[in-house]
C-alpha cells in the first residue's frame, strides 16, 4: 500500500490511497509553546451521517464528505521527553522507544507493536524506513521525499507500506510522524553551526 502525502509536510498534511480517498490527516498547529501534533483517520462510512430537515420537513442525511476520528496525539517537548497519546494511554517517548546503533541524524529507534515484534526506524542518510528488529531486517515501510523533477522523475511524497505489515497502519502513521519530526530537527541542528558549538 502506498500512501500519498498532499503536501512535502508529513507532520501537516491528508495521507490519500492510490485512488485518492484520504486515510489519515496530520495536524500541527503552529505554537510557540505546548506544540501538539493530532493524527486522526478516516471513519468507516457505515457509521450513521448527520441527519437534517429538508424544507418540505422530511429528514435527510446530510452529506459531509470525508470524516475523521481522533486516533493520536503526540505532545513535543523540548526540555523533556515528548509525549504519545493512544488507546488510552499516555507513553513518553524514551519509555515507548529504545535506542540502538547510530545512523546519519543520531541513535536509531526500536518499539513493539502490538504483535508483541520489534521494529526499528533507521536513521540514516536516507528517508526513514521501518524494518523488523531481528536477524531477517525484513523492510516494513519507507518514506519517499517529494522530488521536484528537474534531475529525475517527480513524485509526490508518499509512505509505502509492504503488504504483510499493513495490519498495524496506526502504529507505523504515529510512529512515522514521531520519526520524521525528529529527523527534521537534527537535519536543522546538523546544517546550522551555532547549534552544533553548543
Do not use: C
Amino acid at each position: 500500500m502506498q500512501l500519498f502525502l498532499t503536501t512535502a509536510t508529513p507532520s501537516n498534511s491528508v495521507y490519500t490511497d492510490e485512488s485518492g480517498a484520504p486515510k489519515y490527516k496530520v495536524n500541527t498547529p503552529f505554537k510557540l509553546l505546548q506544540r501538539t501534533t493530532g493524527i486522526s483517520r478516516v471513519v468507516e462510512y457505515n457509521i450513521p451521517r448527520r441527519r437534517s430537515l429538508s424544507p418540505d420537513g422530511h429528514e435527510v442525511e446530510v452529506e459531509e464528505g470525508e470524516r475523521f476520528a481522533s486516533l493520536a496525539h503526540i505532545d513535543w517537548h523540548l526540555l523533556e521527553s515528548s509525549v504519545i497519546r493512544f488507546r488510552g494511554r499516555e507513553l513518553a517517548t524514551r519509555d515507548f522507544f529504545r535506542k540502538v546503533g547510530w545512523g546519519w541524524y543520531g541513535r536509531h529507534r526500536v518499539f513493539t507493536a502490538r504483535d508483541g515484534r520489534e521494529y526499528k526506524w533507521i536513521l540514516g542518510a536516507l528517508p526513514e524506513q521501518l524494518e523488523l528488529n531481528d536477524d531477517a531486517q525484513i523492510l516494513v515501510t519507507r518514506y519517499l521525499p517529494k522530488k521536484l523533477g528537474l534531475l529525475s522523475k517527480a513524485r509526490k511524497a508518499s509512505l509505502e507500506v509492504f503488504p504483510q505489515f499493513e495490519h498495524m497502519l496506526d502504529e507505523i502513521m504515529i510512529t512515522f510522524v514521531y520519526i520524521e519530526r525528529l529527523r527534521k530537527t537534527k537535519e536543522r541542528a546538523a546544517r546550522s553551526p551555532t547549534l552544533l558549538n553548543k
